[in-house]
Nanobody, 124 residues
Framework: QVQLVESGGGLVQAGGSLRLSCAAS????????MGWFRQAPGKERESLAT????????SYADSVKGRFTISRDNAKKTVYLQMNSLKPEDTAVYYC?????????????????WGQGTQVTVSS
């Protein structure tokens, strides 16, 4: 059974940092493109970052570019999101997602696995 489990969320002051982890099981992790999303109450789900199956290609939303870094460790079957210079507007539930394929920029459509999310709260 495919499972994605996020961890590392919590409460942090503005300007601080957090590193989120997403541990995968039940899939051939190295064959999946991965991504991070977030959703705040009353807002649409927002794509933050993607990383291809091998970790050689990444993409970022303008809202987090230069502050967040996505990476993966295929041996550990884990994808990470390093978040620096956090702002109150970063407060949201953060989700990881996986989609099968070797696209340089994975597209997370209907054939996507999702984690349950981890709460990130940035205080001012």
């Amino acid at each position: 059974q495919v499972q994605l489990v996020e961890s590392g969320g919590g409460l942090v002051q503005a300007g601080g940092s957090l590193r989120l982890s997403c541990a995968a099981s039940g899939l051939t992790f190295s064959a999946y493109g991965m991504g991070w999303f977030r959703q705040a109450p009353g807002k649409e789900r927002e794509s933050l970052a993607t990383i291809n199956y091998s970790g050689t290609s990444t993409s970022y939303a303008d809202s987090v570019k230069g502050r967040f870094t996505i990476s993966r460790d295929n041996a550990k079957k884990t994808v990470y999101l390093q978040m620096n210079s956090l702002k109150p507007e970063d407060t949201a539930v953060y989700y990881c997602a996986g989609t099968l394929g070797r696209a340089s920029r994975p597209q997370f459509g209907t054939n996507t696995y999702w984690g349950q999310g981890t709460q990130v709260t940035v205080s001012s």
